[in-house]
Structure formats: structure tokens, C-alpha cells
């Protein structure tokens, strides 16, 4: 259990910002916060968590002011909600930044494909994998949708990462039938489709949070319909139609040369 003292930010909605000076965040043993007290004056501190712990919800929950470890923010610093990104490649970051002489499609085939080719070797994408994520948790992104590359091992990887890092994330096999490179694409749709189950299986299988919730989810990755035929297309909706709850990350007409395609 832990209590963090400080200065936090959040938003109550799109347009309106919380600021407090000094708050206490109680964070209880399943992980969850389950207090919040705003505007604290420091002289109040001890009387305002002597009274809240005192009560008989937290005293069912395990909470003492002398077995919670506190954190005090130094001056500057400030608690926020996590950030969530909604869309990351894992495989690209070893490429940020190359290749921006071309457009996508050939950017595709001369930086990216021969970049995500290597993750075949399970070794490396763990450590590659281990990195990205360390770096992402560094932004402040708590929360990420993660794209694969269309290897299942290395994709298993990358959700084991997120969860030994603590990062809630969405891990997706990355689905891609036709119109990769010679050595850069699933060997068929049957094969994709598999791979896919396997993923959902695994990550599905990964242990749970003390709240009894998943930190790691699987998403289902076809990467743009022209990478996709149209028996894959067809047999992820049906797919995605087991596991209603489940989500879907993909890419639209992202530029001229790809809607002309």
C-alpha cells in the first residue's frame, strides 16, 4: 500500500482542468487507487488520514497510516494520470527516423519490412521488445496499443515485456497475407488466422492482476487491407465476432498511393 503526497493534475472532463497543490493518493494493495483527498493544508495532513483510515471501509481493506509506505513529491514535481497511446508499432522503433526520402508503400519495403523481418530471431525481439517498452513507460504512456510484427513467438514476447514492466497494453500479431516482401509475408491466410488464435490464447493466459483484471490484452492486427486478402479479412471479422469485447487496431488510407493501390 502506498500513500503519494503532492501536486496533481487531471482532467474532470475534454475541457476542464484539476490542479491541487497538495493531495494524497491512497493506492491499495490490489493496485487500485482507492482514496483521493484534494487541497490538503500540511498542517492538516496526519488529522485528515487519520480520519479517513480510520473509517470502517479502509480498515476492511487493510489500510493504516503505519503500514502504507509514503511518498512525498519534491517541489516541481507532480502526479497525472498515465498517458494512453493508441497506436505504436513495437517492431519500428529500431527504424525512427530512416527512410523518410520515401512515401509509405515504398518505406514499407525498404525500411520497415526488412526492420520487422528480424524479429524473427525470439532473442532479439525480446531485447529489442524490453527496450521499446522501458521507453514508452518513460514518456509517461501507462497505457499502449501495441502492433506486432507477424511472428507469434516474438509477439508473445512483447506481451510478456509489457507485463513484467507493469504496462497495460494491447498486443496484436500483426496479420499480412499478400503484397509484403519475397521473405517478408504470411505464408497464407489459414496460417495467419492461426497464428492469431495462438496469440489470443496466450496473452489470455497470462497472469492477472491481484484485482483479478488483465494487464495485457490481446487486439486484432490486420495491418491494411491491402496487406490482407480477402478470405484473412473475412475470417478476423468472424474472429473478432468470439470475442465481442475484444479490440481491433488497423490502418485507412493513410496516403495517395496507398488508396490508389
Known amino acids: 500500500m502506498y500513500i503519494f503526497i503532492g501536486s496533481l493534475v487531471h482532467t474532470l472532463d475534454r475541457t476542464t482542468i484539476q490542479y491541487s497543490t497538495r493531495s494524497i493518493v491512497g493506492v491499495g494493495s490490489t493496485g487500485i487507487i482507492d482514496f483521493i483527498v484534494h487541497d490538503v493544508f500540511s498542517d492538516q495532513l496526519e488529522d485528515v488520514l487519520k480520519e479517513l483510515l480510520a473509517t470502517e471501509e479502509f480498515r476492511a481493506k487493510g489500510w493504516s ?19 494512453i497511446d493508441t497506436h505504436t ?3 519500428q522503433f529500431p527504424n525512427i527516423s530512416r527512410g523518410q526520402q520515401y512515401e509509405l508503400l515504398d518505406w514499407l519495403n525498404h525500411v520497415t519490412f526488412p526492420a520487422e523481418e528480424r524479429l524473427a530471431d525470439v532473442e532479439y525481439a525480446r531485447k529489442i521488445y524490453r527496450e521499446v517498452v522501458k521507453r514508452v513507460l518513460s514518456f509517461g504512456t501507462t497505457t499502449c ?6 511472428h507469434l513467438e516474438a509477439t508473445k514476447a512483447l506481451a510478456d515485456e509489457c507485463l513484467l514492466a507493469g504496462q497495460r497494453a494491447f498486443v496484436g500479431k500483426c496479420n499480412m497475407d499478400r503484397n509484403g516482401s519475397p521473405t517478408y509475408v504470411e505464408r497464407n491466410w489459414t496460417a495467419s488466422i492461426s497464428d ?3 496469440l489470443i490464447d496466450y496473452v489470455h493466459s497470462l497472469p492477472l492482476l491481484p484485482s483479478q483484471s488483465s494487464l495485457v490484452h490481446p487486439i486484432i492486427t490486420p495491418r491494411f487491407a491491402i496487406s490482407c486478402t480477402d478470405e484473412l479479412l473475412s475470417s478476423l471479422g468472424e474472429l473478432a465476432s468470439q470475442y465481442p469485447k475484444m479490440a481491433i487496431q488497423t490502418h485507412v488510407s493513410e496516403n495517395p498511393s496507398e488508396i490508389a493501390f
Not at 509506505?69 to 514535481?77: D, Q
Not at 496499443?145 to 507477424?150: A, Q, R, T
Request: proline share 6%; glycine share 10%.
Open 196 to 198: 492469431t488464435k495462438a
Open 89 to 91: 508499432h513495437a517492431p
Open 145 to 150: 496499443c501495441y502492433y506486432g510484427s507477424l
Open 65 to 83: 497510516a503505519e503500514k502504507a509506505k509514503r511518498i512525498v513529491l519534491s517541489h516541481g514535481e507532480f502526479l497525472l494520470p498515465g498517458f
